[in-house]
């Protein structure tokens, strides 16, 4: 594991950023590529899915895990792993076994639990601290709606439901309060393919402000948080990630920004829109849809993206024949390159890898790659991961050449937003000749 220098961090600092709150700016240069910060997470919990293929400890990738001998639910690399793991695992051991099936704490409560844990037994500023105090995570609570309270009730209810044993509470507002930082600066940890890992908090990160044009992304070596440049960054430039996936237009992005962080995004995208026209592109057609009609099909198209977000973990043959009417509706006016068509092309291929037909999902995702070039920024990990699929589905379909070609596109982008170094990089560079 990588700590980063226990003496502070070297070469960005902490800075009021006009009209933004705090932000965090660079001291030096950054050449794409540069390792900008590496923060460990403060507290983090692996998806429950992923149980037995990761470590619970430090998010290893590892074949031969060892289970916890008393729920046989969490697995660790070794005897180090489990007894460090040992005071967050314990909230949850005989509580998983106690319930059995009803364990169904969200991801959410559970990271909430081990994080009231660790503030009580941990005292002293963390290595994930060293420019911001978790306690000092923003909140936003002024800014809750009615929805969003109700939802953060129900979570602290099922925190003293399944952790009532084992768990020393904080008073109601406490809990109110931790819940919406967590709501606010939650990081998801993925693997290489996008694939969900579980949930972290890395108070340092939580910094970093939010542009459609970002200059560093964040990527997840185990349980470490890194962010790379992948623009070079002068002294005096602000730091920007994005928090979003950038593949939609505007006025959708900027209403995620508001429904989940609270502010309206003023990037030179968002000011200039620059990629909309392409992004929602019309089909050529020999009478030109009426504007009312496109307008009724992006209406479609955006309702489609929510219910697919709330049906995320449904992945049937059912879903593909939902996606493929959808495609067939939207396809009349929308011309291929439109991102609700790509949209509902990746759940398509996503439904194709569950259900292992592999040349469908290989012909999905060569109709997208395309256009994610052009609407994603160079270094992105939506358009790394697509290269690592397909690559991955024509090795598996005897297309070797075709694979090598598309392995190698992924390795491009991934040298520099996972850096040489990473597991996920040296993995492929073994499989590419
Ligand atoms: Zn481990
Ligand atoms: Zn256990
Ligand atoms: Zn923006």
Not at 52 to 61: H, I, Q, T, V
Not at 154 to 164: G, Q, T, V
Not at 407 to 416: D, G, Q, S
Request: hydrophobic content about 35%; charged content about 25%.
């Amino acid at each position: 594991m990588i700590v980063p220098d226990p003496d502070g961090i070297e070469g960005i600092e902490q800075f009021q950023s006009p009209g933004k709150g705090r932000g965090l700016r660079a001291c030096r240069n950054f050449t794409i590529g540069d390792l900008v910060l590496a923060c460990p997470a403060y507290s983090c919990a692996l998806s429950a899915a992923e149980r037995g293929a990761y470590c619970d400890c430090c998010f290893s990738r590892n074949k031969s895990l060892s289970k916890c001998g008393q729920c046989k639910k969490a697995f660790y690399c070794n005897m180090h792993c489990q007894r460090r793991d040992w005071p967050m695992h314990k909230l949850e051991c005989s509580a998983m076994c106690a319930y059995g099936e009803k364990w169904s704490p969200s991801e959410t409560v559970r990271l909430a639990a081990r994080i009231t844990a660790k503030k009580k037994t941990q005292l002293e500023k963390t290595l994930s601290e060293k420019l911001l105090l978790v306690s000092d995570l923003e909140a936003n609570l002024d800014k809750l709606d009615n929805e969003k309270k109700e939802m953060i009730e129900a979570d602290i209810a099922a925190l003293h439901h399944f952790y009532s044993k084992h768990l020393e509470f904080p008073d109601h507002a406490s809990l109110i309060m931790l819940f919406a930082q967590v709501n606010c600066n939650g990081f998801t940890i993925e693997d290489e393919e996008l694939s969900h890992l579980g949930s972290a908090i890395f108070p340092d990160v939580s910094l970093v402000n939010h542009s459609c044009c970002p200059n560093v992304i964040i990527t997840y070596r185990g349980i470490v948080a890194e962010v790379r440049a992948i623009r070079d960054i002068s002294p005096g430039e602000e730091i920007f990630t994005s928090y979003i996936d950038l593949l939609y237009p505007t006025e959708d992005r900027i209403q995620r920004l508001r429904d989940s962080y609270y502010f309206t995004c003023e990037c030179t995208e968002c000011s200039t829109k620059a990629k909309d026209k392409a992004k929602m592109k019309i089909r050529k057609l020999s009478t030109p849809p009426k504007p009312e009609v496109i307008e009724d099909m992006l209406r479609y198209g955006r309702n489609a993206i929510e219910d697919f977000r709330r049906a995320k973990h449904t992945k049937n043959i059912l879903l593909l024949s939902i996606c493929e009417l959808s495609l067939d509706k939207m396809g009349s006016v929308f011309d291929d390159t439109n991102v609700y068509m790509l949209h509902m092309m990746y759940q398509a291929m996503g439904v194709c890898l569950f259900m292992e037909d592999w040349e469908g999902a290989l012909s999905y995702g060569e109709r997208i790659i395309g256009p994610y070039r052009v609407y994603y920024p160079s270094y992105s990990l939506n358009v790394a991961s697509m290269y690592l699929k397909l690559g991955r589905l024509c090795l598996g379909l005897d297309k070797e050449s075709q694979g090598m070609k598309y392995l190698k596109k992924a390795m491009a982008i991934m040298e520099v937003v996972f850096g040489k170094d990473h597991p996920y990089f040296t993995e492929i560079q073994k499989e590419v000749k």
